[in-house]
């Protein structure tokens, strides 16, 4: 389980922009589900971003008109007897506000005013369409989610990350059209925005440290690597000569069993284990001194038995550790403080 009041401070890290003032009262604020928090930062975003003005793109028109302008299309004149009607069919461009971001938007708040949030939420967000009137209607099931940011758009890049939250995650579609609130969102979902938390709060409250999702290289013997799959960290940690490899995992069930008997999942093991031999033969190749650790940081689940040990294993320490995100936020700060003050420390030993 996950206390909903941390995943606003999730998000919050992941997408820096929930800091600024127009957002911090929803930090006090109580919500009885995901959905209801994803829809009050959706509020604000956009009316937010009402005031600066919404984004605008050049989009492609075809349409008949009675005066030139772009390119006159014969065939489809033709086709169509516009000039029977003194008309031309013409293709343009024009720089509108009707974006495929403006669209994601207006369609992810269509489908959280079918729902069950509050009735007050959902006459804010229905106010706020009044200036996505010139926006066209697009089915969410059929949306393209990769984008490319720029100085001219990066403010709708967490507007664009909630409204994919709120479209894989927290909302179905029922058969009379209605749409219903997931209980909750998915593993998936929740496993990359528990990523980018992690490694967010490390770069903002860690600056002493270097954190990254660096790029890890193999270890090879000859020249040949064709076919071997990349190695990226979720979480790197360097300081100095020291290096901890975390790699987060959400899971249903934290640990595997077979027989009776539970143990940590042994892809996951294998992986980092992985990871930092070869960042190790990597360091060991510059002939400085170095110490590189692993972890595998599990999000906690209600199971009775949690995954908690630290291993030697050819040299190096691999820790196995749980997080709980259903306490107090400052709880939640503690535990990652300790994990960066436990490797980090001067005198860190293996715990």
Same mark, same amino acid.
């Given at each position: 389980m996950i206390c909903i009041q941390n995943i606003y401070h999730m998000l919050a890290y992941a997408f820096s922009i929930l800091s600024e003032?127009? =957002?911090? *009262?929803?930090?006090? %604020? *109580?919500? %009885?589900?995901?959905? /209801?928090?994803?829809?009050?930062?959706?509020?604000?975003?956009? +009316?937010?971003?009402?005031?600066?003005?919404?984004?605008?793109? =050049?989009?492609?028109?075809? /349409?008949?008109?009675?005066?030139?302008?772009?390119?006159? /299309?014969?065939? %489809?004149?033709?086709? +169509?007897?516009?000039?029977?009607?003194?008309? +031309?069919?013409?293709? =343009? *461009? %024009?720089?509108?506000? *009707?974006s495929r971001m403006n669209r994601i938007i207006k369609a992810t708040v269509a489908a959280l005013v079918r729902s069950d949030i509050s009735k007050a939420r959902k006459k804010s967000l229905k106010k706020l369409m009044v200036y996505f009137a010139d926006v066209e209607q697009i089915d969410l099931q059929h949306v393209i989610w990769s984008m490319r940011y720029d100085r001219s758009n990066r403010t709708y890049r967490m507007l664009i990350a909630v409204c994919w939250l709120i479209a894989k995650g927290l909302l179905q579609t029922q058969a009379d059209g209605g749409v219903r609130m997931m209980d909750f969102l998915d593993e998936q979902r929740m496993c990359r925005l528990y990523e980018k938390f992690l490694l967010e709060y490390y770069r903002r409250e860690h600056p002493e440290l270097d954190a990254s999702a660096s790029y890890i290289g193999w270890a090879l013997d000859g020249g040949f690597s064709d076919m071997l799959p990349t190695m990226k960290s979720d979480i790197m940690l360097t300081q100095h000569h020291r290096v901890l490899i975390i790699d987060a995992k959400y899971y249903g069930h934290t640990m595997q069993q077979q027989f009776d008997k539970r143990t940590i999942h042994s892809g996951n093991l294998y992986q980092i284990f992985t990871y930092v031999k070869n960042k190790e033969a990597e360091l060991a190749a510059t002939g400085r001194s170095h110490e590189v650790s692993g972890m595998l940081l599990y999000a906690k689940t209600d199971e009775e038995i949690q995954p908690d040990g630290t291993y030697r294993m050819s040299g190096n320490r691999i820790s196995v550790k749980t997080l709980d995100l259903n306490q107090p936020f400052e709880n939640i700060r503690a535990q990652l403080d300790a994990i960066a003050e436990t490797h980090f420390a001067k005198d860190a030993v293996a715990v």
């Open positions: 003032q127009g =957002y911090r *009262d929803i930090a006090t %604020e *109580d919500f %009885e589900n995901a959905a /209801e928090l994803c829809a009050a930062i959706l509020e604000r975003g956009i +009316t937010s971003q009402v005031k600066r003005g919404l984004g605008r793109e =050049y989009t492609s028109r075809i /349409e008949a008109l009675s005066s030139l302008r772009g390119k006159v /299309e014969i065939t %489809e004149s033709v086709k +169509t007897q516009a000039l029977l009607r003194r008309q +031309t069919v013409c293709s =343009y *461009d %024009e720089f509108s506000v *009707d």
